[in-house]
């Protein structure tokens, strides 16, 4: 079975652009999350999909940050203008709706913005 | 407010030995546990969970313990190897593991030869 797919493993930018992550999730796993993990930190929540409609974004920054899950599938996470505390790994993680279901974690983009 | 604690960002454990990392949490409204192991450059994997109706959970070398009074939970490794050596992150979770995860900063596990 394929795992969680992110791209890319790597990105720079300088702060103030903007920039775009991809995730696709386990097939059939209806629900889908990015977290944020700061160095020395563990993940933080920041938006969760169930099929296409959110179901948490309450610690996402949206003035900067956007996300989306067309169709139920893939999902798309964007920084519109980077700042330097975004530096971080972002994490793409789905799991089987239900009870007492694990996610499963993609690899991650680690971001640098200088 | 951290509302999973981990309050040993490392531990150090002999080949063979018995690990035991710790966590404890704060939101009586966490009802589903889980440990997560990392490697550098990997997103976290899944190694063993517990919901709050259970107080132990074994799977292999691996038992987690939660105990809900003291809303503290353990993970024992049994025997430790090397390849155990990782980050280890406890999760919790409200409403069943509906809700998104609120993780601890993690635990560094170094065994020795």
């Known amino acids: 079975e394929a795992g969680v797919a992110q791209s890319p493993r790597y990105k720079i930018i300088e702060k103030r652009q903007s920039v775009a992550f991809w995730c696709n999730p386990i097939?059939?796993?209806?629900?889908l999350y990015w977290y944020q993990q700061i160095l020395g930190q563990g993940p933080k929540l920041l938006i969760q999909?169930?099929?296409?409609?959110?179901?948490?974004d309450s610690q996402l920054p949206k003035d900067r940050f956007s996300a989306e899950r067309l169709k139920g599938v893939d999902s798309t996470l964007k920084i519109q203008p980077a700042k330097l505390e975004d530096s971080a790994v972002y994490l793409c993680?789905?799991?089987?709706?239900?009870?007492?279901?694990?996610?499963?974690f993609g690899q991650g983009t680690r971001l640098t913005v200088v | 407010d951290q509302q999973v604690k981990q309050n040993s960002p490392s531990l150090s454990v002999q080949e063979g030995r018995i690990s035991i990392l710790n966590c404890d949490y704060t939101?009586?409204?966490?009802?589903?546990f889980l440990w997560y192991k990392k490697y550098p450059a990997e997103g976290p994997t899944f190694l063993i969970s517990?919901?709050?109706?259970?107080d132990k959970n074994e799977d292999g070398r691996f038992t987690v313990f939660l105990n809900k009074s003291a809303k503290h939970l353990s993970l024992h490794i049994v025997p430790s190897q090397p390849g155990d050596s990782a980050v280890y992150f406890c999760?919790?979770?409200?409403?069943?593991?509906?809700?998104?995860?609120?993780f601890g900063k993690g635990t560094h596990l170094i065994i020795q030869p």
């Open positions: 993680a789905s799991s089987l709706t239900g009870a007492y279901t694990e996610a499963f």
């Open positions: 097939s059939g796993h209806a629900t």
């Open positions: 999909f169930q099929n296409n409609g959110v179901v948490d």
């Open positions: 939101n009586s409204m966490f009802d589903y």
């Open positions: 517990i919901s709050s109706i259970k």
């Open positions: 999760a919790a979770s409200a409403r069943g593991g509906a809700d998104g995860l609120t």
